[in-house]
């Protein structure tokens, strides 16, 4: 009597448990997972980056378009940028910036341009870009 009294009380936390994580998918004896995007998988640009440029990378531009390269982003140039941004992407990459990490991507973009820059994202066409602040543009 005491062991089917047991039996139907597995049975019964089993099937509650069960109902609550209905969603969940089994993927090994004592592993479940939700089938719902990471939020890395949701926003590209805060999964986590740990980068060493190689020495070919000498410049700013260079190191932002390494960085992006497996992200889904490209940077946004031309009529679409800042008029002032080749000043940005033509800057030597400081040395201590050849190796960043671990950091968010987004957070690693801004570190690579600096406090004087802020970052702009499109993430309809998954264009990213960088705007001088007012208070560096002299004279406008």
Partial sequence: MESKLIAVS?????TMTASVNAADIKVGRYTTVKPVA???QQDPLSVIVDVTF??????????????????????ATGKVADPILPTLLNSSLPHIHRRLGPITLRNGLKTLAGPTWVLVEDPVT?????????EYRGGN
């Fill in 10 to 14: 597995v049975f019964a936390f089993l």
């Fill in 38 to 40: 990471t939020s890395q």
């Fill in 54 to 75: 190689p020495n070919d990378i000498t410049t700013v531009g260079q190191a932002l378009e390494h960085i992006l390269k497996r992200s889904g982003f490209y940077l």
């Fill in 126 to 134: 998954r264009l990213v870009s960088f705007e001088l602040k007012d």
